[in-house]
């Protein structure tokens, strides 16, 4: 099974006052998505299941994340909102059978702190704006391990060729 881990895109903090669940992606955010979208577009074992925070600088780029992919599908869970690995990882759990290549777009530290746990080391500080990173384990969803996952592949805008 593939699982690919994705902050959200970059958000906006214009409105000083605006809850931080109602934050949307800034100018930045909005020119990175479409070119991480081509690249995950061109990647092998894409996402055919994407779950997403149901934030809504989240529920932008996973849109984003699901346009890349034809036919797949997007959730959203509000239990992805400043989620820890452990809650990221029960939401993972919780995918149909069937799907062998699962998204989730969530936000740090805790999609970071999941990236780590999973790979069973500290691959990356901290996974930047739509930074997105694909592990990879034998088995299915309910094989799910703490430190079995590969890293396969990191990414993020800066990146980018």
Known sequence: MWLWLIRHAKSSW????????????NERGLRDAPN????????????????SSDAVRAEA???????????????TDHRLYAASPEAILDVVRGT???FESVAVVAHNPGI??????????????????FGIARVHWPGDVTDLAVGEAALEVLMWPKRLP
């Not at 970071?112 to 704006?129: E, H, K, M, Q």
């Open 14 to 25: 214009a409105i000083s006052h605006q809850r931080d669940f109602d934050r949307p992606l």
């Open 36 to 51: 991480m979208q081509a690249w995950l577009a061109n990647e092998p074992h894409g996402p055919t299941w994407v779950w």
């Open 61 to 75: 780029t996973a849109t984003f994340v699901q346009s890349a992919v034809q036919g797949a599908t997007l959730t």
């Open 96 to 98: 149909p059978q069937g």
């Open 112 to 129: 970071t702190y999941c990236v780590n746990l999973l790979c069973g080391r500290n691959v990356i500080d901290s996974l930047p704006t």
